[in-house]
């Protein structure tokens, strides 16, 4: 990206109104205002002067290579514009004009032309469609609205003009900022790389509406998120939401829940909305560490103290349990009557023995105690601070943050003048006020798992493709594609096999004769299933015998399960049956995986037989995938404790089912040519885990996408 | 509840402190400082003057009747001089001190005084631990400490005085408001009964710990809800939640998915915390009616409208279709690039044909469209508005509200000065402004749902017991009594068909022959269970055998499970086997009950198997229950499916499953000897529905409480 982009030394701004002042939403006037010191040059076809400036005729007239052009002419003039900045060699080029990919196929051919117009000349653009960039830092703003520019140490990468014009509200302020707009050129990753390492930016915020390429978005927001925290407001999640926004910036929103896998393995926090952006970024700008999960309450209101123990739970943190000597010195102050714990509740102490003494007491011991990491203390804002300096406690709440800067000190803080104080409360920049327990709590866990989980994991994508024998897996899916076939069946288990996954064995028969031969090979007890390219749930045809015990049922099965199949799916061709040995116990799970638009292979993870879809416990993750990334997959569905010793079960063999997914990831990450794969089922048994069914899409000949077999 | 806790006309103030002024928290401040009207006598032994009033050493010496006393003298003199208001005839007496139930032995030994000292007497107490009442339209309240008194017509009761102080933050202002302490004896469903008929009130907020009879509060709260909204912020919702409340103010939380169940049932809207109560409060004091679900968004932003598009789906509301000649209007004035529909986007149309002029058009257009139920604006705030008056809308908005008072026409607004423009818009009380479209979506889908749902369900409890042979099951479970026993197995089975649920038969038998005649009578195939009343989890001692299909079998089967049993279960005292015919097939789901201290008995309803247990897919109702709520409860779990045709499978027959639901309810309610109670599982078939497998444990003769038997 460009350095003309956020520090440029002149603009040209091209398309201008002749008019300026209120209500004209012209450029000039918002960068003038926000004190832009470089070098400014208006261009409008009809000249003349504004606001104190010579008018150019166009942008070869300006009598120097600008760093930057931002241009808001009609759509149609735009790209012939663009064409003659990357001819006099300007490298910036914002296009704020409306109308593009967001609109029409006029508009969607225009985007083109804007693209071809930059190809190959060294010219970047951002937008169209956007109100280009913010940098408070140099006083720099591209925007045609006037907005409260508050400074801040954050960023903000948009596809919504909104994020930085509304930066006061939505993330306490902001130093840098880039509305990709429609994203025709310069996009998410670029932008995200730049603003990234920016050692001024302290949060990082995202409005995204969808995305390009998710897996080098994974691979930079991986490195930005271990410097600091990467909050992400996703919006499309829900199916009409991504029609529209598929409107609006001409993204594709993708599906919901592989933006959220992404976001779990690149480190990126996932805001609900704004409220919660808002309190998340006052968190990470007020605080920098948070030595471990235990919260002490300090409140003048037990019924308040209980929500906020409730939130606890709610959002993983820990009630603390105070040391003894910690107790001790507030038992010395509190009522003989008086219970003391975590909530402390102060009030009763205060009211005989003065609330401020009691106050700074009670928070200096608090957070001195060594089994407490973090205290919320629950104050009233009942009337004016302003009218009753009294009731203003700031100053002892911000000396007793001061003395541990290591341990959160937050507040919430309620009654009609919560605003008021919570303005007093945080000047310094030492404590964040929150308006329930639940926003301090969330903000306090996310703020611990930041600290603990994201900062510190590896910034390297897993790039091990060890144990996978790629010739022999290529081979494979070469055959099929040679016989003109996209859906491989049994031979899915060899591929499995070539990864090091175990695969049941299976031999093929195409008589009764042959059947029975497997079966004595294998030893019984058997099952036989149906061959056939065109069948793939093949028990609902009557297509799968289980434990088979001798010859003569073998015999008479083969007879039976031709005659059903041929029955039932008279167009399907038959290639008799496979045999494999019966293995019963174990519980049935599903590996899978399916390419994404944006993230290329996604892995699936979940319970077999009907449950996972009635209720939908199956976890994902993008592929390839670490060791610990497989765990996760299986730890955080509900199934898990079916497998962990469920109810007298044994325990299955979770580093054999770790090590399944671990494969499969690598396979489907070095194989792009698979399109779609399940195996189902996986038996994960006690010792040990094995595919039972298998089956892989592939790619046609051509290239060409192939429909959806399912 | 005596009228002298709301309206006295005349108030001791018993154990003021003699000091008064800033810090002191003496009542009289707050009590003259409200503007009270009344007679107003402070009471301390050592007499003298206190804010020009004369001080009286007692209540005795007081020279009236008062219609009030409010007691904040240390604990231990409260007893007596409750004794003397009640000698007095004092009606209404409210303690504030602390250190009762909500603190230690002798506090509750203390409280059970001040039970006992007006037990009787038609004296009334509120309290202890409560800073007592608000009534701003009578210019009354309790409160020792100062506070913002801003009036609105809402009603709050509490456990916690926070909720009265702070209400001009958490209910947006208030009416009336009692602070019911621990509640020694007024309790909270006196005091819903007394507020909750007030017509002057629109919203009633409660805050709860715990509640100590359930079943009365259901019966009050479904009256009150048909008349105005309620809204119920539960603490003490986790473990430790709960363990904090029951020191705070001696409540008994309970389990707080049987709270849920009970809301739900009697029309109690669940807050999730002060915000979200502050914005229900906003909206009910708002709006009165919506339509319909079908929300429309008009926006500035086409990136903000893609969120609030998001939202309608994760809170049930339905992003309205336009009609054609919404569209119509609308594409007459939008760009021609742009597709004109909802979200409708009129930034580009404003820009270019004043912003002002396409805002009244988009409003009064879409609010006229027969296909919008409400309508969501969402619109900036980035300036000040008080320094550029251009930028606020709120007259427009506001007349476009005033055309249509039945659609709702709510705001999200963003940007530094948000809370500036918000008390503007909002200056006329008919529109509502929210900080998110969360915010925003949430509260027009509870306001959907009150009006839709809540307001017109019908307020009477269920009170039909028909169906229930009471005197048939009075005589089993009068025979188990009889015998020592407290846990009914095959029995239970006969209680069922006694109350028309239809259940398998069964015939014991003692010895092999016996086995096969009762088997012969049924018909092959049949099932073999043990017979013992110390085995509940029979197939986990090899006590059950299934699908035995002829006598040789059945006798072999009775041997052999005879001696399993004794093996494993040497101590169990054996009667035999049961025989009863197999029925394969169907879904196998549990009906259970279980007595609850607060809400006595609470039906559950989930899957069979040990998918329930591992999903927590089960629904609860205190019992009796509606036919409705029986298919509710069948509905809510995601098992549901798997009854109503999935993949394929026959439908289950649904409404011969809710019927059982609703006699086992019937069946709990009238024999309150029943203390648990399982049907597992329960046969869900095509068919109809039948009880395989059922057990009951009741009270035993002396009526004392048995040690749980799981």
Redesign the interface.
């Known amino acids: 990206m460009p350095d003309g982009f956020l520090t440029p030394r002149s603009i040209a701004l091209v398309g201008v109104s002749t008019r300026t002042g209120?209500?004209v939403?012209n450029v000039i006037d918002q960068v003038l205002a926000g004190g832009f010191t470089g070098r400014i040059y208006p261009v409008n076809p009809r000249g003349g002067e504004l606001r104190g400036l010579p008018v150019y005729r166009s942008v070869s007239e300006i009598p120097e290579v600008v760093d930057l052009a931002v241009i808001s002419t009609p759509?149609t003039a735009v790209p012939e514009i663009v064409r003659e900045c990357a001819a006099r060699g300007v490298k910036a080029v914002i296009v704020i004009t409306?109308?593009f990919a967001?609109?029409?196929e006029?508009?969607h051919r225009l985007q083109e032309e804007l693209l071809q117009a930059v190809s190959g000349t060294g010219t970047r653009l951002v937008g169209p469609n956007t109100i280009g960039v913010v940098n408070l830092y140099d006083h720099l703003n591209t925007s045609f609205?006037?907005?409260?520019r508050?400074p801040a140490d954050t960023a903000t990468i948009?596809?919504?003009?909104?994020?930085l014009?509304?930066s006061?509200?939505?993330t306490c302020g902001i130093g840098l900022g880039v509305d990709i707009g429609n994203a025709a050129d310069i996009d998410f990753n670029q932008t995200l790389a730049a603003l990234g390492t920016d050692s001024r930016i302290r949060v990082l915020n995202l409005?995204m509406?969808g995305l390009a390429d998710g897996r080098r978005f994974m691979e930079i927001a991986r490195q930005v998120s271990r410097e600091k925290p990467v909050l992400c407001?996703k919006?499309?999640?829900?199916?009409?939401?991504a029609r529209?926004?598929s409107?609006?910036?001409g993204s594709l929103a993708g599906e919901d829940h592989v933006f959220g896998a992404a976001f779990k393995q690149c480190g990126v926090i996932r805001v609900?909305?704004?409220?919660e952006m808002r309190y998340f970024n006052k968190t990470f700008l007020t605080y920098r560490s948070m030595p471990g999960r235990r919260l002490a309450v300090v409140t003048?209101?037990?019924?308040?103290?209980?929500?906020a123990?409730?939130?606890?739970?709610?959002y993983g943190l820990e009630?603390a349990r105070f040391s003894a000597q910690t107790n001790d010195k507030l038992a010395a102050v509190f009522?003989?009557?008086?219970?003391v714990?975590n909530?402390a509740?102060i009030w009763?102490a205060g009211?005989s023995r003065g609330?401020r003494e009691v106050l700074e007491l009670a928070l200096d011991t608090i957070l001195d105690d060594p089994q407490v990491d973090a205290l919320l203390m629950i104050s009233?804002?009942?009337?004016d601070p302003d009218a009753?300096p009294?009731l203003d406690i700031s100053a002892h709440v911000n000396r007793a943050a001061a003395r541990h800067p290591d341990k959160p000190l937050a507040l919430w803080i309620?009654?009609?003048?919560?605003?008021e104080l919570t303005a007093r409360m945080e000047a310094a920049g030492r404590v964040a006020v929150y308006?329930?327990?639940?926003?301090a709590v969330a903000s306090l866990a996310v703020l611990y798992r930041y600290v603990h989980g994201i900062k510190n994991a590896p910034a390297a994508l897993p790039a091990d493709t060890g144990g996978i024998n790629r010739e022999l897996v290529g081979q494979i899916l070469a055959a099929a594609r040679r016989d003109g076939r996209t859906t491989l069946n049994e031979e899915a288990l060899d591929v499995l096999r070539a990864c090091g996954i175990p695969a049941l064995p299976y031999t093929p028969a195409i008589d009764g004769a042959g059947a029975v031969r497997a079966a004595a090979d294998f030893g019984y007890p058997v099952v036989m299933k149906i061959a056939s390219p065109q069948i793939s749930h093949k028990s609902?045809v009557g297509g799968v015998k289980v434990n088979l015990t001798g010859a003569a049922e073998v015999r008479a099965a083969y007879d039976d399960m031709l005659h059903t199949v041929k029955e039932r799916m008279p167009q399907a061709r038959i290639n008799g049956v496979i045999i494999q040995p019966y293995r019963p116990g174990g519980t049935e799970v599903i590996l899978g995986s399916k390419r994404d638009p944006s993230f290329g292979p996604v892995l699936v993870y979940g319970l077999g037989g009907?449950?996972t879809?009635?209720?939908r416990?199956v976890s994902f993750r993008i592929a390839p995938i670490t060791g610990e990334e497989a765990r996760e997959m299986i730890r955080e569905t509900?199934?898990y404790?079916?497998l962990s010793g469920?109810?007298?079960r044994p325990p299955a063999d979770l580093d054999a089912l770790a090590e399944c997914l671990l494969r499969l990831g690598r396979l489907v990450a070095v194989q792009p040519q698979i399109r779609e794969m399940d195996i189902n089922p996986l038996l994960a048994g006690p010792d040990g885990a094995v595919a039972v069914d298998a089956r892989i899409t592939i790619d046609n000949h051509t290239g060409e996408e192939t429909p959806e077999q399912k």
Chains 1, 2 share one sequence.
């Not at 919006?235 to 939401?241: D, V």
């Not at 123990?309 to 709610?314: E, L, M, Q, R, S």
């Open positions: 209120p209500a939403f759509r409306q109308g967001d609109a029409d006029a508009g609205i006037e907005f409260t508050q948009c596809q919504s003009g909104i994020f014009l509304g006061a509200d939505f409005h509406e407001l919006t499309g999640r829900s199916e009409a939401g529209a926004a409107s609006h910036s609900r909305d704004v409220e003048i209101s037990g019924g308040a103290g209980i929500a123990v409730d939130a606890c739970g709610d009630a009522p003989g009557w008086m219970e714990g909530p509740d009763p009211m609330y009233p804002a009942y009337v009753d009294r309620f009654g009609a003048y919560r605003r308006p329930s327990p639940d926003r609902d009907i449950y879809e009635l209720f416990d509900k199934s404790r079916l469920f109810r007298g």
